[in-house]
Nanobody, 111 residues
């Protein structure tokens, strides 16, 4: 069993930045890929970004250029979010190969 704990969410004004962190209880390189997802109220969960053990990244088309996924170390995953918009408001989840999930961290973008 792998545990994932997200942190770094909060309230930010439009145009601001946040960096989300995901702390894993085991090496994230044990998984084929790590990813960030988000779910806004009344909407389905959607992929934000993913990164493979080889370092290949993939982003939702609407987010490319504003969000960056990266590793910190063998047990930490990051999501740097810049130029945030109100529509980015959602609960953000960390996932290990879509097998393990964190509890989520709330991001609210509002003036």
């Amino acid at each position: 069993q792998v545990q994932l704990v997200e942190s770094g969410g909060g309230l930010v004004q439009p145009g601001g930045s946040l960096r989300l962190s995901c702390a894993a209880s085991a090496s994230i390189f044990s998984f084929n890929f790590m990813a960030w997802y988000r779910q806004a109220p009344g909407k389905e969960r959607e992929l934000v970004a993913s990164i493979t053990t080889g370092g290949n990244t993939n982003y939702a088309a609407s987010l490319k250029g504003r969000f960056t996924i990266s590793w910190g170390n063998a047990r930490t995953l990051y999501l740097q979010m810049n130029s945030l918009k109100p529509e980015d408001t959602a609960v953000y989840y960390c996932s290990a190969s879509e097998t393990y999930w964190g509890q989520g961290t709330q991001v609210t973008v509002s003036a």
